[in-house]
C-alpha cells in the first residue's frame, strides 16, 4: 500500500456507459494527477491538481471530465468513451516544494484498469 | 515527438550480474531526473534520482549516472536479483517550481534469469 488508493481496480464499460474512478491519499501531499498508460506508450499525463486547483490540462478530450473535491480525493468521470480509451490510469500524488523540488517525484496508485466496450 | 526515450523494451540479465538501462531524452531544460519501477497490476514506485549538477548518484545496489553532453542517463543495478525483475520507466522533468510534471519514458522490461 503505497498511500494512494484508487477504486476500482477494473472496470468494464459500454461506450455509452457513465462511470468514474476515484483516487484518494492519505500523504498530506497538496498535487495531484491523472496519467494514462497505454501499451508501448510513455505514461501519458492528462490532468494535474495543485491545493484543489487543475493547473494542467494536457489537450485531454472532453469526455474525460476530472474532479478534486479537496486535496485529498482526485475523480476522473468518464463518459461516451471510445474502444482506443481503454488502458491503464494511474492516479499519483507529490507535495509540491515551492523553493526547490519533491526529490521523490510522484506517489503512484496501482492504478485501474479500463476496457471500453 | 517523444521527449524522453527508452530504447530497449526489454532485457535479460544473468542473476549477480549487472544491469544496466538507457535512457535518452531530447530537451535540454530538464534538470531532474528520476526512475521508477513497476510490478505487474502495481502503480511504478520511485527508485532513485538525480539532480542535472551531479553526476552520479547511488543507493545501495542502485546507480544512476548521468551524461548531460550527451543527454543520457542509465540506471545500473549490481548485483541483479530476482526480485528485480519488472518494467522500469525514466522519467524527467523541467524546473516548474510549483507544478512539477514528470515526463516519461516508454520503459524498460528486465528480466532477471536464475
Known amino acids: 500500500e503505497t498511500g494512494v488508493t484508487q477504486t476500482p481496480r477494473h472496470l468494464v464499460m459500454g461506450m455509452t456507459n457513465k462511470k468514474s474512478l476515484k483516487c484518494e491519499q492519505h500523504l498530506g501531499h497538496n498535487a495531484m494527477y491523472w496519467y494514462k498508460q497505454s501499451a508501448k506508450k510513455p505514461l501519458e499525463l492528462m490532468f494535474v491538481y495543485n491545493f484543489k486547483e487543475q493547473t494542467e490540462n494536457n489537450s485531454v478530450p472532453s469526455r474525460f471530465s476530472p474532479e478534486c473535491p479537496n486535496s485529498s480525493h482526485l475523480f476522473l468521470h468518464l463518459h461516451t468513451l471510445q474502444p482506443e480509451d481503454s488502458a491503464l490510469y494511474l492516479c499519483?500524488?507529490?507535495?509540491?516544494?515551492?523553493?526547490?523540488?519533491?526529490?521523490?517525484?510522484?506517489?503512484f496508485g496501482s492504478g485501474t484498469r479500463l476496457t471500453v466496450v | 515527438d517523444q521527449q524522453v526515450k527508452q530504447n530497449s523494451p526489454s532485457l535479460s540479465v544473468q542473476e549477480g550480474r549487472i544491469s544496466i538501462l538507457n535512457c535518452d531524452y531530447t530537451n535540454s531544460m530538464f534538470d531532474y531526473f528520476l526512475w521508477y519501477k513497476k510490478y505487474p497490476a502495481e502503480g511504478p514506485t520511485f527508485l532513485i534520482s538525480?539532480?542535472?549538477?551531479?553526476d552520479k548518484n547511488e543507493d545501495g545496489r542502485f546507480t544512476v549516472f548521468l551524461n548531460k553532453s550527451a543527454k543520457h542517463l542509465s540506471l545500473h543495478i549490481v548485483p541483479s536479483q530476482p526480485g528485480d525483475s519488472a518494467v522500469y520507466f525514466c522519467?524527467?522533468?523541467?524546473?516548474?517550481?510549483?507544478?512539477?510534471?514528470?515526463?516519461f519514458g516508454t520503459g524498460t522490461r528486465l528480466t532477471i534469469i536464475p
Open positions: 522519467a524527467a522533468s523541467v524546473p516548474d517550481f510549483g507544478n512539477e510534471k514528470l515526463t
Open positions: 499519483a500524488s507529490s507535495q509540491e516544494v515551492f523553493q526547490g523540488r519533491s526529490t521523490r517525484g510522484y506517489t
Open positions: 538525480i539532480s542535472s549538477i551531479k
